[in-house]
């Protein structure tokens, strides 16, 4: 005997034991279906940040962007500069502040647009966040998890253009554990934002991640 893998509706009149596995069977179709649309929502975040000094007339924090999405044994972060008020806002130093270790040292590069070229691992000018204090609670940048526009302004990140990095799950970490730290703060990332209103130059820290959730229907049904 083989059984269809298809899903018919049933017509009335039958037993009530038929109709009753029918709906089971289109009921589990659903659940199912509500289940993969979750499981793919939870590939990707999207990372907001706030500003911890006040050099700067304007906050420029609604114009800082990072994307993070599941790639297996790494996370791939691309961070890019939204149009707004600060106009000449320039991402030049990135940092991590990785408190479980999730991460191996050393981001790696993977892409860019525009004019963007940054060094990865090293020492970067400054060596921490500066106003890292200013954070809540305060931000500690892991050593090797850090990157630095390699000519300053001239190629750190403008309005309109972006910078992909990877960075490489150490053993029996994943892309959950990511987003957990993400929420709960044992993963931040901070940014050194120069070239704003009035030559100046702020620090921000990533808040909790926005992750994609189903629609309310899938869920309801």
């Known amino acids: 005997m083989s059984w269809g893998c298809s899903v018919r509706p049933v017509p ?18 659903v659940v ?9 929502a939870s590939a990707a ?3 907001g940040f706030e500003r911890i000094t006040s050099n700067s007339p304007i906050d420029g924090s609604s ?13 791939q972060i691309v961070f890019e500069v939204l149009a707004g008020a600060q106009g000449g806002a320039n991402i030049t130093e ?23 070229v940054f060094e990865f691992g090293g020492n970067n000018t ?6 890292a204090n200013g954070a809540d609670p305060a931000f500690v940048t892991t050593a ?28 029996d970490f994943d892309f959950n554990d990511f987003l957990a730290a993400l929420e709960n ?7 050194h934002v120069r070239s704003l209103a009035d030559g100046q130059s702020d620090a921000f820290v990533s808040e909790p991640a926005a992750v994609p959730v189903p629609a309310a229907g899938f869920l309801l049904i």
């Open 12 to 29: 009335l009149g039958l037993p009530v034991e038929t109709q009753m596995f029918g709906f089971q069977v289109l009921k589990a179709v």
């Open 32 to 40: 199912a279906g509500a289940l993969a649309l979750m499981a793919g």
């Open 45 to 47: 975040a999207t990372i």
């Open 63 to 75: 114009q800082l962007q990072g994307n993070a999405s599941d790639h297996g044994a790494t996370v």
């Open 94 to 116: 990135i940092y991590f502040s990785d408190l479980l270790g999730l991460f191996t040292p050393r981001p790696v590069y993977v892409a860019h647009t525009g004019n963007v």
């Open 126 to 131: 400054p060596p921490e966040l500066p106003g």
């Open 144 to 171: 090797g998890l850090v990157a630095e526009a390699s000519g300053n302004n001239a190629t750190g990140i403008t309005v309109g253009e972006s910078l992909t990095i990877s960075l490489n799950f150490a053993v």
């Open 185 to 191: 703060g044992d993963f931040r990332v901070g940014l």
